[in-house]
């Protein structure tokens, strides 16, 4: 059986920035639809708050949140996390302080109970807010993370040593720029998807990086760690479900456990991907993000990641999808 075929409409964007949060921060967002285009919106659906990963932006999300609104026919925000793209920068750059904004964004724009998804830092922030404030949320969906503390790995501290080399080289193409962070990264999309950050100084017309690239470089400490442990007693008892890549160490099957513990009503998802799930496999995101928005929630968990191969994951997931989509 095949997977299904969304058609999708027209759609279309505009930016904004909330009232002012308890933490200080106004973070930046994107809403789909624009205006007060409410056609298209079946208000018995829960909205869609969307949160990238380190070095991202609501820019980053914007092709796969279009595409979900359409298909669910359901409001999305598109958030810029604290000291990314348009949001302002704050010394602190935690978990407990970026769930401290968002919980405060959902008060403000007062939305009833939103679903949250996030990649990588996002998923850990949506992870943190559905642990603090079980009752804010109905569900969330976790890309490529696990609740526990965990090196990043070396290629986060490359990629902040190439973009502070780059500010210190005080280039002004980005060819330039992308030639310094051959030399930290082999990967044109990872360093296409770096160099988004980059914006031209008025002062001197070189290129500069709009994230605080020591500050964040300075917390990659903290985005390792986790606000909570096992002993807590914290749970969440709504719906989760965690997407993984295949080809990624991020979420082991030795973290199952953990995310039982804290999250008893979850369900497991693997995607022939590495830890840039939603860039490198967007189709196999989608259908594995509408199984939970499905209802009821589907019964079932995919087997651990050493009991099968890409390939035959896809396979399962687009004829779970299209058993619940028919």
């Known amino acids: 059986m095949g997977s299904p075929i969304f058609r999708l409409s027209r759609v279309s964007y505009r930016s904004f920035n909330t009232s002012p949060l308890r933490s200080g921060a106004q973070l930046a967002y994107q809403a789909w639809p624009a205006g007060g285009d409410s056609a298209a919106i079946d208000e018995s659906r829960s909205p869609i708050i969307f949160m990238h990963g380190l070095f991202g932006s609501k820019q980053n999300n914007r092709s796969i949140s279009k595409a979900l609104g359409s298909h669910l026919k359901t ?28 919980e405060q964004f959902v008060h403000d724009l007062k939305l009833g109970k939103p679903t949250l998804i996030g990649h990588s830092m996002g998923a850990k922030t949506a992870m943190t807010v559905a642990l603090r404030s079980p009752d804010l949320i109905s569900s969330f969906i976790a890309v490529d993370n696990a609740p526990v503390s ?70 990659l400490g903290e985005l390792s760690g986790f606000p909570f442990n096992p002993s807590d007693p914290v749970k969440f008892e709504g719906p989760s479900l965690f997407i993984r890549g295949t080809r990624s160490r991020y979420v082991q099957d030795k973290t199952l456990p ?69």
């Open 75 to 102: 409001r999305i925000y598109a958030l810029d996390l604290r000291n990314h793209g348009d949001s302002p920068h704050f010394q602190e750059h935690n978990y407990t302080a970026m769930a401290d904004d968002v």
């Open 150 to 219: 965990a090196s990043l790995g070396s290629q986060f501290a490359n990629y902040v040593k190439g973009m502070q080399e780059i500010e210190s080289a005080n280039v002004t193409k980005q060819s330039d720029a992308d030639r310094i962070l051959q030399q930290y990264e082999d990967s044109l999309p990872i360093r296409q998807f770096l160099l988004t950050n980059l914006i031209r100084s008025k002062e001197d017309n070189t290129l500069k990086f709009r994230v605080p690239v020591n500050l964040l470089g300075e917390s």
């Open 258 to 326: 953990t995310i039982a513990h804290f999250f008893p009503n979850y369900r497991l998802v693997d995607v022939d991907a590495g830890h840039w799930v939603i860039s490198e496999n967007p189709e196999a995101f989608k259908n594995g993000s509408l199984l939970l928005m499905s209802s009821p929630f589907p019964n079932f968990v995919f087997l651990p990641l050493s009991s099968h191969v890409g390939s035959e994951t896809d396979s399962v997931m687009c004829i779970a999808v299209t058993e619940f989509f028919q």
